[in-house]
């Protein structure tokens, strides 16, 4: 039925069906076996790919490409649209050990990384468990964190990605859930509050709530930022509201720290310093 190919996989040769194969032949087992061998083909190659995104991470910007970022890199090199770039260099990052701003930043979904490579699990379900374990609290002990994870792979090995998506937010509600209580209980609720933590992955993580003078501020500030921005060429901007209104926030901080009103802290102004 089939002529093969040979294509290099993590080092290893494997056989891919060539052209012209007479799939018409096969029984309807024989076709969905092959289905699956070649979606496990697939999925290592994605853990291969991703461990060489940890490499070129790590190896700092990339001006010999002209681009900016590595998500734009995968954009013009591939190319994939930035979104999916953005997606494959946060699981990436999330499953591999890579150096981060302060040093070396350990695997969120070391797991993961090793059920991709053995494809074992899809590309979308890794995502949705590395996304996921990435935001438990810094609190939550080690052995916590790898017991979570093996609790959503179980799912992501043969649900769908909605569904691990969904089990994620269960676990993370129940995560938030046994968070340590404050030490004064009776304390008044503010009216402004601001919490952040970084993430394994990198990124920080913001929560909060204002009142309602500041609110419509914020809302006032970021309005103008966040709106759709359509290419030179007419392209219209294809970012969803929830990423239009991130990179407004990310605008509005530059704004602010180009202003340089910010006052001083221990005695020098705020510096950004970029590498």
Same mark, same amino acid.
């Given at each position: 039925v089939c002529s093969f190919v040979g294509v290099m996989v993590?080092?290893?040769g494997v056989a891919l069906p060539g052209p012209g194969t007479a /799939? /018409? !032949?096969a029984d309807r087992g024989g076709l969905v076996e092959q289905l699956h061998a070649l979606e496990v083909v697939q999925r290592q190659a994605a853990a291969i790919q991703g461990e060489i995104l940890v490499e070129m991470a790590d190896r700092g910007p990339l001006a010999e490409y002209g681009s900016g970022s590595l998500p734009a890199l995968l954009r013009d090199v591939l190319p994939v649209d930035l979104a999916e770039g953005k997606r494959r260099v946060a699981r990436a990052l999330a499953c591999h050990t @890579? @150096?981060?701003a302060v040093g070396e930043v350990p695997p969120a979904a070391p797991q993961t990384a090793q059920a991709l490579r $053995?494809? %074992?699990v899809g590309v979308r379900q890794a995502e949705a468990v590395a996304e996921t374990v990435s935001r438990i609290p810094e609190h939550v002990p080690e052995s916590s964190r790898r017991e979570s994870e093996g609790y959503l792979l179980r799912p992501a090995c043969q649900a769908t990605a909605p569904a691990v998506w969904r089990a994620g937010k269960h676990l993370l509600r129940y995560v938030h859930d046994d968070d340590p209580p404050p030490d004064d %209980? $009776? !304390?008044p609720e503010p009216r402004r509050e601001l919490r952040w933590s970084w993430r394994r992955d990198g990124r920080l993580n913001l929560a909060g709530i204002v009142d309602a003078e500041t609110g419509h501020a914020l809302e006032t500030a970021l309005s103008p930022l966040a709106k759709p921005q359509p290419a030179t060429d007419g392209t219209p901007d294809t970012r +969803? +509201? %929830?990423?239009r209104q991130g990179d407004a926030f990310a605008a509005m901080v530059g704004l602010v720290l180009d202003e340089g009103k910010l006052p001083a802290e221990g005695g020098e102004k705020p510096r950004l310093v970029i590498t």
């Open positions: 993590g080092g290893v /799939w /018409w !032949r @890579h @150096h981060g $053995d494809g %074992e %209980e $009776d !304390r +969803p +509201p %929830e990423q």
